[in-house]
């Protein structure tokens, strides 16, 4: 989808970079968002479901080695725009660290909210057993991470907002 005369993706990417978060696509084709400056990954296993894609970026998240956050970030890209108060609350602070618990942290707000969620790069195995156990679905992959999936509350006019049809991106564009 085109939104003033940018495409969603590149729109939410600027976003992101702004709010200091280097975005890089998951996709069928590892050169599929060249042409908009956005790096991609290739879904190792296309059209089988989320876990697959979040998998997939966790893989390449944790090749970079430790010179990037620990917590990647994973959203999707009907998601209408990145706010960056929703990292500040995503992601703990170095001085919350020794407390803080779980692997995966994700909005709850009225309803269910996986994305966008931040997944810290110790996740990396727990996620991959879960994959290879069959699951395929973010509320399965949070319900097998148990105290590692945490929700983060969030009140309902601050939560995110993604659109699935065209009727949705047109209540947006006039919101």
């Known amino acids: 989808a085109d939104v003033d005369g940018m495409p969603q993706i590149q729109r939410l990417a600027e976003q992101l970079r ?4 280097d975005p890089v696509a998951v996709s069928r084709r590892a050169s599929e968002f060249d042409a908009l400056g956005i790096q991609t990954v290739v879904d190792f296993e296309a059209d089988r479901g989320p876990v697959a894609g979040v998998l997939s970026g966790l893989l390449d998240h944790c090749s970079m080695g430790q010179a990037t956050s620990p917590w990647a970030l994973f959203l999707s890209c009907d998601l209408w725009s990145w706010k960056p108060e929703w990292s500040v609350l995503l992601v703990p602070s170095v001085d919350d660290l ?10 709850r707000a009225v309803d269910f909210l ?9 996740a990396l195995p727990e996620i991959q057993i879960a994959w290879d156990r069959g699951i395929r679905s973010f509320r399965e992959l949070i319900s097998s991470l148990g105290q590692g999936g945490v929700s983060v509350p969030i009140e309902p006019h601050r939560a995110p907002v993604s659109f699935n049809t065209p ?7 006039g919101s």
């Open 114 to 122: 996986p994305l966008p969620c931040v997944i810290h790069r110790r």
């Open 167 to 173: 009727e949705d991106l047109r209540g947006l564009r």
């Open 98 to 107: 020794p407390g803080v618990s779980g692997v995966l942290r994700y909005f």
């Open 18 to 21: 702004q709010d200091a978060w």
